[in-house]
């Protein structure tokens, strides 16, 4: 097994194509082609945690955040992220980040963090647009069956808890071939009507090359005619933050106890507790003063996440509890997350949860 396939289960699970502009996933040191001889997984790639991959004998390391964020000028060894990759370079490790891939995952970060707190009808709470596409085609009546079990087959025409979504119109398909023409059906320099099926489908845009590999190996004419177009709806599988709710409503200061307890952190950060009973909740692993606006709008009584600012807390104005648990606390299952999901993949070597607490930030 080489760092391509590792990175392929990977890409099943998170694809890389619905990270944010600003991030730098994907493969940030070695050589795709190398052959793995194991794999550690971390939430931040240091010296440390490279020097553990070198003793455990792991060559490719799966880190959430990405140990080259802003670009690097020089490679001398004054920084700590010069010395890591200088580090890996020489030992031949491989570094993959994930970072907002997982983010934005359905099954990622923040369904991990709601199953933590055993919440229950788990939504996206700021779903990606831009991301879904339709494809419409047109086939002979008699191939649209095999062409419409073909493109489902390629993940086509999934819609929330729905699979094999399709609208299909029958019409008149006219075309004339040229002379360097060779039709399936009819004769090059006449007149061809025909009747025809168009097939409508949406897909996750990452899907498109094999979409489009699909249509055109099953699809019998020598031309396929095909429009894709990019939609502007809210994608219900990928995007960031989630919103879900708690089996019992708890009261606004027991709430936090448990959400401390059950997120393992020293401490908890949180703007007034209102006199409510807290039932919706809204996570956002990390930085999540963005989503402050979304969890209000979407009913949450309280927002689980990390970073805020002096000023954040008080745009809680009375309408939301905000609570901030820790960046390192909010990520901090997605370690073993990602090894429990790459050991049912992978089975040939071994997939190791890093010892090391990379959390730069010490509590008294
Ligand atoms: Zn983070």
């Not at 990270?19 to 939430?43: I, R, S, W």
């Not at 008080?314 to 073993?336: P, V």
């Amino acid at each position: 097994m080489i760092v391509q396939d590792v990175i392929n289960h990977l890409h099943d699970l998170a694809p890389l194509a619905y990270a944010e502009d600003f991030d730098n996933v994907g493969l940030l040191v070695g050589d795709k082609n190398q052959k793995v001889t194991g794999v550690l997984v971390t939430l931040d790639t240091l010296e440390v945690v490279v020097d553990e991959a070198i003793e455990k004998e792991c060559n490719l390391i799966v880190s959430f955040h990405p140990i080259i964020f802003k670009g690097l000028k020089k490679l001398n060894g004054k920084t700590y992220v010069e010395r890591v990759v200088i580090k890996a370079i020489k030992n031949d490790i491989a570094i993959f980040s994930i970072h907002t891939a997982l983010d934005n995952a359905i099954n990622g970060v923040n369904s991990i963090i709601c199953d933590q707190l055993g919440l229950k009808n788990k939504e996206i709470l700021i779903p990606q647009t831009d991301t879904i596409k339709k494809l419409q085609t047109y086939v002979p009546k008699a191939n649209a069956p095999e062409l419409r079990q073909a493109l489902f087959a390629a993940g086509g025409g999934s819609i929330g808890n729905y699979e094999s979504c399709s609208f299909n119109s029958e019409g008149e398909g006219t075309y004339l071939g040229t002379e360097d023409s060779n039709p399936v059906i009819g004769k090059k320099g006449e007149l061809q009507i025909e009747k025809e099926v168009a097939i409508s489908i949406t897909f996750q845009k990452h899907l498109e090359p094999i979409i489009l590999n699909t249509l055109f190996k099953t699809h019998p004419y020598e031309e396929v005619a095909y429009e894709i177009v990019a939609l502007d709806n809210n994608n219900q599988h990928i995007g960031i933050g989630m919103i879900g709710e708690l089996q019992e409503e708890m009261e606004a200061e027991a709430c936090l106890k448990f959400i401390k307890s059950q997120m393992n952190t020293h401490c908890v950060r949180h703007s007034n507790l209102l006199n409510k009973p807290i039932k919706r909740i809204a996570v956002l692993g990390g930085s999540g003063s963005f989503a402050i606006p979304a969890a209000k709008a979407s009913g949450a009584d309280l927002l689980v996440t990390a970073d805020l600012k002096y000023h954040d807390f008080f745009s809680a104005e009375n309408s939301i509890i905000l609570a901030d648990i820790g960046h390192y606390e909010s990520e901090q299952f997605t370690k073993s997350f990602l090894v429990d999901y790459l050991s049912k993949k992978i089975t040939n070597f071994a997939i190791i949860l890093s010892k090391t607490n990379t959390n730069p930030v010490k509590y008294l």
